[in-house]
């Protein structure tokens, strides 16, 4: 059984940082890109940014560039975004994906095969 489980939402200041972690289990993990997206109250899900089995290619929404950084460690199944620079339109549920895709495309089209629970980020103003 295939489980992806987010960490590392919470309450922070505008300006302030957080770091997101989903740990995989249940898949062989460097055979997935992966990536996360968020979803705010009353919005639509959005792509937030993915990454490439290897680490070596990223992708993000215009939205975060510059700002988040997602990053994987295959060893430890993981994968993280570190979001700096916070604002208060970042606030939103944000799920870890895996895509067994080898390329992105399905990621950025809102596709995947699996997808976690979520962990609530709110930044307040």
């Known amino acids: 059984q295939v489980q992806l489980v987010e960490s590392g939402g919470g309450l922070v200041q505008a300006g302030g940082s957080l770091r997101l972690t989903c740990t995989a289990s249940g898949l062989t993990f460097r055979n997935y890109v992966m990536g996360w997206f968020r979803q705010a109250p009353g919005k639509e899900r959005a792509f937030v940014a993915g990454i490439n089995w290897s680490g070596d290619v990223t992708y993000y929404a215009d939205s975060v560039k510059g700002r988040f950084t997602i990053s994987r460690d295959n060893a430890k199944k993981t994968v993280f975004l570190q979001m700096n620079s916070l604002k208060p339109d970042d606030t939103a549920v944000y799920y870890c994906?895996?895509?067994?895709?080898?390329?992105?495309?399905?990621?950025?089209?809102?596709?995947?095969?699996?997808r976690g629970q979520g962990t609530q980020v709110t930044v307040s103003s």
């Open positions: 994906a895996a895509d067994s895709s080898v390329v992105m495309a399905r990621l950025v089209r809102n596709e995947y095969d699996y």
